[in-house]
């Protein structure tokens, strides 16, 4: 009997083990000891919301500028040296900015951006300090002989003051310093404008001062000369 009862535990004990086997093991955390438990999943980051934010009338704009391009507006262009000499007697009835009757800017042409298609190959139109400094010195140059050749001239011969007396200001012959400004913005700037025109109002002013400081207005008409040389809707396109 008590080896039958010996026979029948082996048999129950081996039938435990064989279920024990067959039973799926918990997966191992490497993470986790009996003593640290597994820690907590890191939330996701939220999606933040849209503030609304009440621009007062104004209206909305983006941050980088639109191009030219994409603005259908041609970039303004600057002249080369080839064009200013050009324009620069154009303007002033035949004078440039000539030295031992050579061309001041023909000889600065490297400086002012032309290439020379050994270091540099393409032209440099930007307008430049160095370009700017330069087109002042030929302004104030042809501007000055301008000024002296036309105070033996006629009013007829003249390109400058076309319109005036050597003597009138705007106190004197208002009627007249405001046409020969016109006619000076249409040749130097291309520009009609109509007597009551407010871009009228700076050269107007340039005029009164110069003549106030200088008490002469062929001083105020040579100022002019230089200034509309010098503006950029001269030397550019």
């Given amino acids: 009997m008590s080896r039958w009862l010996s026979i029948f535990a082996v048999c129950i004990l081996t039938l435990v083990g064989c279920v024990e086997e067959q039973l799926p093991s918990a997966p191992i955390n490497p993470h986790t000891t009996p003593n640290h438990p597994a820690p907590e999943t890191i939330p996701e980051k939220p999606t933040p919301a849209a503030v609304p934010v009440?621009?007062?009338?104004?209206?909305?704009?983006?941050?980088?500028?639109?191009?030219?391009?994409?603005?259908?507006?041609?970039?303004?262009?600057?002249?080369?040296?080839?064009?200013?000499?050009?324009?620069l007697r154009r303007v002033t009835g035949g004078i440039g900015w000539d030295k031992n009757n050579k061309s001041e800017l023909e000889r600065l042409a490297a400086t002012l951006g032309r290439p020379d298609y050994r270091q540099v190959v393409q032209e440099d139109l930007t307008p430049s300090p160095v370009f700017l400094k330069f087109l002042d010195d030929a302004a104030r140059a042809v501007c000055t002989e301008l000024v002296e050749r036309e105070k033996t001239q006629g009013v007829e011969e003249r390109v400058l003051m076309s319109?005036?007396?050597l003597e009138d200001t705007l106190d004197s012959a208002p009627e007249k310093v405001q046409a020969n400004l016109r006619a000076l913005l249409l040749r130097?700037?291309?520009?009609?404008?109509?007597?009551?025109?407010?871009?009228?109002?700076?050269?107007?002013?340039?005029?009164?001062?110069?003549?106030?400081?200088?008490?002469?207005?062929?001083?105020?008409?040579?100022a002019i000369c230089i200034a509309l040389i010098n503006h950029p809707s001269f030397y550019s396109f």
């Avoid at 109509?194 to 105020?220: M, Y």
């Fill in 54 to 87: 009440d621009l007062h009338g104004v209206g909305e704009s983006e941050l980088v500028p639109v191009s030219a391009d994409e603005a259908n507006v041609r970039p303004r262009k600057r002249m080369n040296v080839e064009q200013l000499d050009r324009a």
């Fill in 163 to 165: 319109h005036v007396e």
């Fill in 188 to 222: 130097y700037h291309g520009v009609v404008l109509g007597d009551d025109a407010p871009e009228l109002e700076t050269w107007r002013w340039l005029h009164t001062s110069v003549v106030h400081v200088t008490k002469d207005p062929v001083q105020a008409w040579r």
